[in-house]
């Protein structure tokens, strides 16, 4: 066994309504490998949020648990569960924060028998999309197993626990005992003591999670035969080459990324999904066509309303018909006879080698900020209707406020807070509701000097006594600090305001035809959300955008309203190869607008064109010479 050095232990063990740094713990959910799981609540914004304390303490696990936070941290995929924050608390040790999912382990999936193809398909494809993302960023997992995938209630795969990840950030495994971390799943030239690491490793891990979720057992141990899928259900026949190559002892045999190896199982099972499916037949399709779902249709769809669901089944009806040579070629021969300029025959002149549809979504959200400042005291003359306050003031955000329309902007404007009012005797006038008048010092007159005609003519300035005109010859006047109430109210008041903000963002359609794109969107939702809830947050292009307006928010600034606005629009690419050269189109939209280059046009009639165009200016250039010559 490996060597044990130990860190420092928690004082104490975290309890259900604990307060951890800025979390309080709700429910212990769970126990993984190296943390216990709680579901818990930020105290500042009510976000609802899941924190993982590490519950081992040797330098091993400590050293997994802050990778893992590490990685997650900087990495952004749709099937990785991301880490919103981490740290260390005196009480309760080292902790790591993550959304709120409504997921299940696989294992656990697992353990009431094989997965239907479909759902197996379906998760294998997000699961290597994750892998492909995670060997770009040079990051290989080394521990992909059922343990370690959260299966969600709509079908959304997370890949978890980064811990054993091979990466530059990776510290040195070198000295612990291997046995203690290998599984069935694991590659049998997998050694968490070398420090080199490849996608190989990961495609056998994918390949050994296949098999378990569809023939429902897990993997023979090395050196044993695998069995075909077949004895365990015939119709998995056509998988069983997929999975052999993907479990192959040979790294180097094994499909080149984990992608491809969930395409090849796809190609494979086919028939399998047609019956699973009622709105495409994958059995007529190109070998070489794909059909790739959006992480929000296996994420939110049945969150969203009907429209999302209409749009999905025209969209798969669209990709069943693109996904045919034949129906390619007449929509491309179609667009030929719509142009003088277009190449005649187009359909006949390429040869189609890879078909991919997808569908590509626009997110729109709009947030109401209200601001409630600290309150702060505020000093003003008393009236007769005001009393004491008996009960304590409630909290800022408990005060009732005016009914205004949706997304009204409010300036900022100071609110009383109820029951902090406090009356005080005024220490102007004492309680007296009179002051000595300002202007006579309270002898009720004041002197004014007049000057006068005396009877030779000359003029004098002469002192005159008169009332004053401010107290009227009473000497006292009103207290102004009370308003000659006598008394004064102390109470508090808070700032408040409102406004709106509109954030707006999208699937990545940087290399894409966007304005095309754009064009054609058409909307699948529009609706109330909570930018809390963790299920909004598993899309990654929306989790940004959530995050980007929560980020507005704060202890003083919640946002009370938020709707959200979803736009999808289809697009299919097409690699073909035309003039002997590779090339690629686009059907965009649900008219299948065809967008591509150059080389879609007839260079002939371009040319006769230019011509006729330069010889119709040179001869109008030479009319033009002879009239004023």
């Known amino acids: ?81 991301p880490v919103i924050d981490a740290g260390h608390d005196e009480r309760y040790g ?170 090849a199982l796809r190609q494979a099972l ?107 005291p505020h000093v003003r003359p008393h009236r007769p209707d005001d009393q004491r306050s008996l009960a304590p003031p409630p909290d800022v955000w408990s005060v009732p406020v005016p009914e205004l329309a949706p997304f009204e902007t409010v300036r900022p404007r100071e609110v009383p807070v109820p029951g902090s009012t406090r009356i005080v005797t005024c220490p102007e006038c004492l309680g007296a509701s009179q002051i000595f008048c300002a202007t006579c010092r309270g002898t009720g007159t004041v002197e004014r000097v007049s000057r006068v005609s005396n009877r030779d003519h000359s003029r004098s300035e002469e002192t005159i006594a008169s009332d004053c005109p401010t107290c009227r010859g009473t000497g006292k006047q009103s207290c102004p600090r009370c308003s000659g109430s006598g008394n004064l109210v102390e109470e508090l008041v808070f700032s408040w305001s409102r406004r709106a903000k509109l954030f707006e963002h999208s699937d990545d359609i940087e290399d894409l035809p966007r304005f095309a794109i754009s064009k054609r969107r058409e909307p699948v939702f529009a609706g109330p959300i909570n930018p809390y809830e963790g299920r909004w947050h598993s899309v990654a292009p929306l989790a940004e955008l959530l995050r980007t307006a929560i980020a507005e928010a704060g202890p003083e600034t919640r946002i009370i309203t938020a709707d959200l606005t979803i736009e999808g629009a289809p697009i299919t690419e097409i690699d073909l190869v035309l003039d002997e050269q590779p090339r690629r189109l686009y059907f965009v939209g649900f008219d299948n607008e065809l967008i591509g280059d150059w080389s879609l046009l007839n260079p002939e009639r371009l040319i006769l064109v230019a011509l006729i165009a330069i010889l119709a200016l040179l001869a109008l250039l030479a009319i033009t010479l002879t009239l004023f010559a």
């Open 1 to 81: 066994m490996s060597t044990s050095r130990t860190i420092n232990r928690p004082a104490q063990q975290a309890v259900e309504g604990a307060e951890l740094r800025n979390y309080r713990l709700v429910e212990r959910l769970a126990e993984e490998e190296l943390a216990t799981v709680y579901a818990a609540s930020h105290l500042t914004l009510d976000r609802p949020v899941q924190v993982h304390i590490l519950r081992r303490h040797d330098w091993i696990s400590a050293s997994r648990f802050q990778l893992a936070a590490r990685l997650a941290a900087r990495l952004s995929h749709p099937n990785l569960v």
């Open 94 to 263: 080292t902790y790591l924060v993550t959304p709120q999912l409504d997921a299940r382990p696989l294992s656990a999936l697992l353990a009431e028998g094989p997965l239907p193809p479909l759902i197996a398909v379906r998760i294998a494809s997000q699961l290597a999309a994750a892998l492909d993302y995670l060997h770009s960023q040079q990051v290989f997992h080394r521990d992909v197993q059922p343990d370690n995938i959260l299966v969600g209630a709509e079908g959304v795969a997370y890949l978890t626990n980064l811990g054993l990840a091979a990466s530059p950030d990776t510290p040195d495994f070198s000295s612990i005992d291997e046995a203690d971390y290998l599984t069935p799943y694991s590659a049998p030239e997998q050694h968490l003591s070398r420090g080199e690491a490849g996608a190989a490793l990961d495609v056998y891990g994918l390949g050994a999670v296949v098999f378990h979720m569809l023939a429902g057992e897990v993997p023979p141990a090395l050196g044993s035969a695998l069995p075909s899928l077949a004895s365990y259900d015939a119709a998995l026949a056509p998988a069983d080459h997929v999975v052999r190559r993907m479990l192959l002892p040979q790294p180097q045999a094994r499909f080149p990324s984990a992608t491809a190896a969930a395409s």
């Open 270 to 376: 086919r028939s399998q999904l047609d019956q699973a499916t009622t709105d495409m037949d994958e059995s007529r399709w190109e070998a070489s066509a794909e059909r790739l779902d959006n992480p929000l249709e296996t994420a939110l769809a049945s969150s969203l309303d009907a429209r999302l669901e209409q749009f999905l089944a025209r969209s798969r009806q669209r990709a069943d018909e693109l996904h045919r040579r034949d129906m390619i070629r007449r929509l491309l021969n179609r667009w030929s006879r719509k142009g003088f300029f277009r190449r005649r025959a187009l359909g006949q002149l390429v040869q189609p080698e890879q078909i991919v549809s997808y569908n590509v979504y626009f997110y729109q959200l709009r947030t109401l900020y209200e601001t409630r400042s600290e309150p702060h």
